[in-house]
């Protein structure tokens, strides 16, 4: 294998090992996007993108070199039908065998590198959306916790009020029954006085009755002497 096929195929394994690391559950996303945004990587953010760029055109030239190769000594081999010479059938295969392997090489290294660009878009994504919806939670937990608060408040407002309102009407009816005492004790004192002046009248009454009485007698008594004489 020549030195520039040697150093694709590296590329290759490195890219596997890559791909492996970022599809395996190793490190969380957000530790990955860390990984990604560290001041390093920040650093070569910028020409990241032309190196990319770079490095696949050179991986396309490489296919496209690979696919040459195959073309021709498939041509090559399908020609000699002969096969007059046994050498050149071998050198032939060997050829082709190797043109098929810079072929997977340099494909399967453009395929990676695509999917790799890929998976780290991804996973940065993944991890803010994991942030954003971090950060949504604890905001609806703050706001259910500040609505259990206003509602707790409100509930001890609206029972305090009920107490106010309550010890209110208690307050009015103890009033209403200190003037209801006052006015039943004012009707039993009209009423003893009414029974007193009812009682002085009885007697007065009997008095009076029995003094009609005597006169009475006294008058039958005198009316009686008169007729006698």
């Known amino acids: 294998m020549s030195l520039q096929w040697t150093l694709i195929a590296g590329f290759l ?22 990984v990604f945004k560290s001041k390093f990587l920040q650093g070569i953010q910028k020409q990241a993108q032309f190196y990319f760029l770079i490095l696949l055109s050179i991986l396309v030239l ?15 081999e399908s020609d000699e039908q002969g096969h007059a ?24 290294s453009l395929f990676l590198s695509l999917v790799i660009r890929r998976l780290v878009i991804l996973i940065s994504q993944q991890a803010t959306l994991q942030a954003q919806s971090e950060a949504s939670m604890r905001q609806a937990q703050s706001a259910t916790t500040a609505a259990k608060s206003l509602l707790a408040q409100k509930n001890e407002e609206a029972q305090n009020d009920s107490n106010e309102a309550h010890d209110k009407e208690i ?11 006052d006015e039943l004790k004012l009707e039993k ?41």
């Open 13 to 34: 394994y490195v890219e596997v090992a890559i791909v492996l690391l970022l599809v395996l559950p190793i490190a969380s996303p957000r530790r990955w996007n860390a």
């Open 62 to 76: 490489f296919l496209l070199d690979a696919i040459r190769e195959m073309r021709k000594y498939s041509h090559t």
């Open 85 to 108: 010479h046994l050498d050149r059938e071998m050198q032939g295969s060997m050829r082709l065998f190797r043109a098929q392997r810079n072929f997977y090489i340099s494909g399967f």
């Open 171 to 181: 307050t009015d009816l103890k009033k209403k029954i200190t003037a209801l005492e």
């Open 189 to 229: 004192k009209d009423k003893e006085a009414l029974k007193s002046q009812s009682d002085n009248l009885a007697r007065e009454y009997d008095r009076l009755a029995e003094e009609h009485s005597k006169l009475q007698k006294k008058v039958t008594i005198g009316s009686g002497d008169k007729k006698d004489e």
